[in-house]
């Protein structure tokens, strides 16, 4: 198996040769045959084992045999001890997902601070087919179905190849000694039963089921790779940039078929996962929005706007008199002028003596109306926007500036008429706006 493994790292993970790597390890036989294979193909590795104090002094005995090995072996290791019990108190779940949060946790905090590149865990060919089982009886699409990919960023997994069997075989083989946890024999847990019960009887009417499993893996990793580039296409015909957000036309999304897929394979990776909510946003009124962790979808009119959730910014700013410039969320650029002069929109001219200090710059909110420059009357701001043809984001990204709660001008767009310059201006304010 050795030769095997080494033949895999220089075709599939020539990378590792080079790299800092944590090995996560938790003494069970997985964990351990990897760690001998590493050491002799003369890997980089660092030991990490971490010890979530569920089985009391059986925990113990792992993390001082993990220590062991790795004195034995002349390479480093870290532990790390969790309170798991108090986690799921805290954060609720079940205790092998609290696990497996402590876990990749801990593991990204390492590569952050002790320069680690990458992070190689013990996944092999059985634990894929558990994990393919587990999610088809779940209800998956393809992505579930291709079950644990060989690498995820900086997560490696160089024994997905092998199968449980070979690792046995070759630890034998090589007298390597390794703990049980016991707790991979309790049937309460959903993965034990698919390892003891299921996959026995599937390997025994089909000998090779593990085989022919891997080979199916294969085909379904080429349609997703077809599906995949058909998509990226789909994309850039229906996906409209424009600075920091995307148009997509709901018009022509509609013609997609089927929706539910192509809605999924779209939107996925800006974390929406509740289709029903994604499709029903299609047909409702303008406004209407969705967010996922990272990301904001927002009905607007025959579009569907999405863009990054933003980080909460201040929502106004005080402009005391002979303050000449604001660099923040917005920059603003005071300065006395003795003429008037054509000017872009981002460029707006006031009577001084019309303004009362301290001047605000805020958001725009419902209710606000102010004098349009060149108009007779008043206007709502929201008729305003609508008539400019404003899109929902635009609307609660704009900038007021306001004198006594008095719009002066709608930043980057129209002065109000009551703050013009006339024949009885005497000192001119010129303001220039930049984002």
């Given at each position: 198996?050795?030769?095997?493994?080494?033949?895999?790292?220089?075709?599939?993970?020539?990378?590792?040769?080079?790299?800092?790597?944590?090995?996560?390890?938790?003494?069970?036989?997985?964990?351990?045959?990897?760690?001998?294979?590493?050491?002799?193909?003369?890997?980089?590795?660092?030991?990490?084992?971490?010890n979530f104090n569920l089985r009391d002094a059986?925990?113990?005995?792992?993390?001082?045999?993990?220590?062991?090995?790795?004195s034995n072996l002349g390479i480093p290791s870290i532990t790390?001890?969790?309170?798991?019990?108090?986690?799921?108190?805290?954060?609720?779940?079940?205790?092998?997902?609290?696990?497996?949060?402590?876990?990749?946790?801990?593991?990204?905090?390492?590569?952050?601070?002790d320069g680690f590149d990458y992070v190689l865990t013990a996944h092999h060919a059985d634990d894929n087919l558990e994990t393919f089982l587990i999610n088809l009886s779940r209800g998956s699409g393809i992505e579930g179905l291709r079950g644990i990919p060989e690498q995820n960023n900086k997560i490696v997994r160089p024994l997905l190849g092998f199968s449980r069997g070979q690792i046995l075989e070759y630890a034998k083989s090589e007298g390597i000694d390794w703990r049980e946890d016991s707790s991979n024999r309790e049937s309460k847990y959903l993965r034990n039963k698919v390892r003891h019960e299921i996959v026995p009887k599937l390997k025994e009417m089909h000998p090779t089921f593990l085989n022919n499993f891997i080979q199916t893996q294969t085909y379904l990793e080429q349609t997703n790779s077809l599906a995949k580039n058909h998509v990226e296409a789909i994309k850039i015909h229906l996906f409209e940039a424009?600075?920091?957000?995307?148009?997509?036309?709901?018009?022509?999304?509609?013609?997609?078929?089927?929706?539910?897929?192509?809605?999924?394979?779209?939107?996925?990776?800006?974390?929406?996962?509740?289709?029903?909510?994604?499709?029903?946003?299609?047909?409702?009124?303008?406004?209407?929005?969705?967010?996922?962790?990272?990301?904001?979808?927002?009905?607007?009119?025959?579009?569907?706007?999405?863009?990054?959730?933003?980080?909460?910014?201040?929502?106004?700013f005080l402009i005391e008199e002979g303050v000449g410039q604001i660099n923040s969320a917005?920059?603003?650029?005071?300065?006395?002028?003795?003429?008037?002069?054509?000017?872009?929109?981002?460029?707006?001219?006031?009577?001084?003596?019309?303004?009362?200090?301290?001047?605000?710059l805020r958001r725009w909110e419902k209710g606000d109306y102010f004098y349009p420059f060149g108009m007779q009357g008043k206007k709502k701001l929201s008729k305003y926007f609508k008539d400019e043809k404003l899109d929902t984001i635009s609307k609660k990204r704009q900038w007021l500036l306001c004198s006594n709660n008095e719009i002066v001008w709608v930043v980057g767009m129209r002065p109000d008429n009551r703050f013009k310059v006339d024949e009885s201006t005497k000192n001119i304010i010129k303001i220039t706006f930049s984002i």
């Open positions: 198996m050795l030769t095997q493994f080494k033949n895999n790292l220089q075709k599939s993970f020539p990378f590792l040769k080079k790299g800092k790597l944590l090995l996560a390890c938790s003494g069970g036989l997985d964990s351990i045959a990897l760690t001998h294979l590493c050491f002799k193909s003369e890997l980089d590795i660092t030991l990490a084992h971490c059986e925990s113990d005995g792992d993390e001082t045999f993990v220590k062991k090995l790795a790390k001890s969790f309170d798991t019990k108090n986690y799921i108190q805290e954060n609720g779940g079940s205790v092998q997902m609290a696990a497996r949060e402590l876990r990749y946790q801990w593991f990204e905090r390492l590569l952050e601070t424009e600075e920091e957000r995307i148009k997509i036309r709901i018009a022509e999304l509609l013609q997609l078929k089927p929706l539910d897929a192509y809605l999924y394979q779209l939107f996925h990776e800006y974390g929406f996962t509740d289709w029903n909510s994604v499709k029903d946003l299609l047909n409702t009124i303008s406004g209407k929005e969705i967010v996922s962790k990272t990301h904001k979808l927002l009905k607007d009119r025959e579009y569907l706007i999405l863009s990054k959730l933003e980080k909460e910014e201040q929502e106004f917005i920059n603003i650029k005071m300065e006395k002028v003795g003429s008037l002069e054509e000017s872009p929109k981002n460029i707006a001219f006031f009577d001084k003596e019309k303004l009362n200090y301290p001047l605000m």
